[in-house]
Structures are given as C-alpha cells and as structure tokens.
C-alpha cells in the first residue's frame, strides 16, 4: 500500500455539500442530500480517497405522504417500496420488531453513493467513514437504507481524476457476483434485505 494511503497512520476529513432537493413547500423540501469528499491525511500529505452522496428524508415533519416525497425524483424513487400509503411498509416494520407503525419514526437515510479508491479497500476505512455518516446524519432517522448496485455497471469512467483512480473498469464480471460482494459488505456494518426486494436497511434505533 502506497504511504500515502496507509490508514494506519492517518486520519480522515470530509469536505461536504448540502441542498434541498426541491424549493420550500414541495415534496423535495422534505429531502436534504449531502455529498461529500473523503480525504485521508498522513505524515506524506492528504488524499482524496472516497466520495458520498446520502440523502436525509423527513417525513415526520412533512405534510405531504412519504410516496409523494419518494416520487420527486427518480433517485428517490427507488425505494417506493419501504413505504406503503401512509408509513414504514408492514415488512419494514416486521424487519424492526414493531407492531405497528404507531410512534415509529418514518424518516430515512438513503446511502445513494459510496465509493473508495482500491488502495484502502479492507482496510477499515470505509466502515468507520459510513458509521460516522449514519451517526452524523441519521440521528433522526428510524432507518438508514440503500440499493447495492455495482457502480460499474452504472456510471463507468467519468473522466475525472477520481473515476480514474476508482478503476471501473478492472472489476469486470457480471452484475450478480458485485451485487454479493456489495451486500457481503453492508450485511457486515449492520445492514439486511427487506424481503421481496433488492433494497437493504439498518434499523438506527439499534446503534
């Protein structure tokens, strides 16, 4: 491993971005997506070596139903089915031991992007930053979720230095074995399968 990629011997920083999905008063004023850089500091210097995006959904605070929030936009739209009209859909609810949706906290933290260079990969890196970001940005929500889609098969080299160090393209193979590896992954820090679907939650009450 590269000196300046060894975690061992640094710490991490995040320079981040916030915005409203949409103008006060709509369903994307409900949604608030943070994208943040990750950069690891050592004695050789700072290297960016990871990027976000999560989004923050408050529904208990909003007057519109969580479907119209989720059918903003097409990234939300995704997890349409952790919801049914009204609340946390009764397989969600199953998922977090609860009865009934009565005093359960409908607000989630959707981990839409998460990406780290080679180099830093099984290190522990990824694990502390993702904690550190449900802790930081999850703290009012009842779940955190996400979709384990290989990014490699969605976006491909973007062209900017970071895509480049991300070497989309040397993790060939088919979409099912990156699917397992993502939630072998994510099963690791907490998270499981909802029933019937591709999506994964982290019940926050529990952390």
């Given amino acids: 491993m590269d000196g300046s990629n060894d975690v061992s011997r640094g710490h991490f920083s995040i320079d981040l971005n916030a915005e409203l999905a949409g103008p006060l008063g709509s369903p994307g ?3 608030t997506r943070y994208r943040g850089d990750v950069w690891l500091h050592t004695d050789d210097g700072a290297s960016q070596v990871g990027r976000f995006v999560v989004a923050e959904l408050d529904f208990d605070q909003s007057e519109y139903w969580p479907q119209e929030v989720l059918d903003y936009q097409p ?3 995704l997890y349409r089915d952790l919801y049914d009209a009204t609340n946390l859909h009764p397989k969600v609810l199953k998922l ?6 009565a005093h359960v906290s409908k607000n989630t933290l ?3 992007r998460f990406e780290f260079v080679p180099e830093v990969r099984g290190t522990g890196l990824s694990k502390k930053v993702l904690n550190h970001l ?4 999850g703290r009012y929500c009842r779940i955190a979720a996400l979709l384990p889609y290989p990014l490699q098969f969605s976006i491909g080299d973007t062209g900017d230095e970071f895509s480049k160090r991300m070497r989309y393209d040397d993790f060939a193979g088919d979409v099912e074995s990156g699917e397992r590896k993502l ?8 998270f499981v399968r909802v029933p019937g679907t591709d999506l994964m939650i982290r019940d926050l ?3």
């Fill in 183 to 190: 939630r072998k992954f994510y099963k690791s820090v907490g």
């Fill in 110 to 112: 959707l981990i839409e």
């Fill in 75 to 77: 990234d939300t739209r």
């Fill in 134 to 137: 449900i802790e930081r940005f």
């Fill in 205 to 207: 009450a529990q952390d």
């Fill in 96 to 101: 977090l031991g609860e009865a009934s949706h």
């Fill in 29 to 31: 004023d409900c949604i």
